[in-house]
């Protein structure tokens, strides 16, 4: 394992006389390595499985593992679960056996080679098994429910499986913090002390208060930082990366967490769930039209709207369609991560904290400060770094204050 050269051996305690970080170079030069063969490895992976659904669909092997999965004896009466079921998981089982090449180069050896990862290959084997099990419970769920609904209800199943969507995307983010999170990562309640304390203030000046601020471990697999809001309701909090709880000083941290804590007073994450249900019911009524037609095309063997042997065409309409309009869902969390950077600036009048705060990021997790903008566009659901430091540094110019230098009472 390769330590990464920028950044301060990590220690138990913040480090609250270190020097503000800058931006290094030879990281800087890294970091554009790294995004390219990222970049390269995602268009491969789509590639793969873009080339994967037409071959399945030209040589017609969608209806063959129909017909095949029914001889077997698996077609039930009066409703096909255990067909619906075994044809969902062949789709999702060959889709992880044809790229695990892929995830394992851009998973573990890519993350090792550039000093970003601390895993053992038996350790991420296991995260991907974890990842798959995921995959396989929801995804057969949601094959199961919009297959029932395609049969019982075949002109509004798409507006009941967009509500089913959002019923569960809410269930779902509830959960994730207590459920889902702690598969793959230990949280602890942040130790009562300076940082926490500074946290309950912020979040009492901004009239609101936090269920509590997590830190996650994530120091044994990763040197990479981050740090999110997350959760609804009785599960709404703030979880850190030791990664950055150890490396940062405590004046950079309080940084992090007024920007979570601005994704808080602005209720981002119902925000996000509602762009996400808008684009899910678009997507879902484009598809609607294009089944519709498909099927009633006699010569393409399908049985019906509800046959099972349309998921493949289902699986191309919808990544066809979250293809097109990624770079709109990114947009818009590009333009809510800024909204919580000025929060972050506003509440904490600090910008040469939030600055360096940044650069240690930029150094810490490879990231380019100025990737290619139509890259950016694209692809990013954040600002690129570069842009939240001219931020912070538009800020100060136009405040022309800066915290003083002595210490908060
Ligand atoms: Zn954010």
Redesign the pocket.
């Known amino acids: 394992m390769t330590d990464i050269a920028s950044s301060p051996t990590p220690t138990p305690e913040a480090q609250p006389s270190a020097p503000a970080a800058t931006i290094d170079p030879a990281r800087q030069a890294q970091a554009k390595r790294y995004a390219g063969l990222r970049r390269v490895l995602s268009l491969v992976d789509l590639a793969v499985g873009a080339v994967a659904l037409v071959v399945v669909l030209v040589l017609g092997l969608h209806l063959r593992l129909r017909d095949a999965l029914t001889s077997a004896g698996l077609g039930g009466q009066p409703w096909p679960f255990v067909l619906i079921a075994a044809y969902a998981a062949v789709y999702i089982l060959g889709y992880t056996v044809l790229t695990f090449p892929l995830a394992i180069y851009g998973g573990f050896v890519l993350p090792h080679r550039f000093g970003l990862s601390r895993q053992g290959f038996g350790g991420w084997l296991g995260d991907q098994g974890k990842g798959l099990l995921l995959s396989l419970l929801f995804g057969l769920a949601v094959v199961e429910v919009m297959y029932l609904l395609l049969a019982k209800q075949p002109l509004t199943w798409w507006l009941w499986v967009a509500g089913i969507a959002l019923i569960f995307t809410v269930v779902l983010a509830n959960l994730a913090p207590v459920l889902l999170l702690p598969l793959f990562y230990k949280l602890t309640p942040m130790p009562e002390g300076e940082l926490r304390d500074r946290l309950l203030r912020m979040a009492e000046r901004a009239h609101t208060q936090v269920r509590g601020v997590y830190v996650m471990n994530m120091s044994r697999k990763t040197s990479e930082g981050n740090a999110a809001l997350m959760g609804l309701g009785n599960t709404r909090r703030i979880v850190v990366g030791d990664t950055i709880v150890q490396e940062y000083t405590p004046d950079e941290i309080e940084v992090v967490l007024a ?2 804590l601005g ?1 808080h007073v602005h209720a981002d994450i119902w925000k996000g769930i509602a762009v996400q249900t808008a684009l899910t019911l678009g997507g879902l009524a484009l598809v609607n039209l294009a089944l519709h037609a498909i099927v009633a095309h006699a010569g393409f063997g399908f049985h019906g709207l509800a046959d099972i042997a349309t998921l493949p065409v289902l699986l191309a309409l919808f990544g066809i369609y979250g293809f097109v309009t990624g770079p709109l869902g990114n947009t818009y969390s590009r333009i809510i ?1 800024r909204q ?1 950077d000025q929060y972050a600036l506003d509440m904490t009048r600090d910008p040469a904290s939030f600055i360096s705060a940044f650069n240690r990021l930029a150094n810490q997790n490879l990231a380019q400060l100025d990737p290619n903008p139509i890259i950016e566009a694209l692809f990013y659901d ?1 600002p690129a770094v570069g842009k939240r430091i001219r931020h912070a540094e538009q800020w100060q110019a136009a405040h022309q204050t800066t915290r003083p230098v002595a210490p908060k009472p």
């Open positions: 920007h979570e994704h991560e919580a954040h």
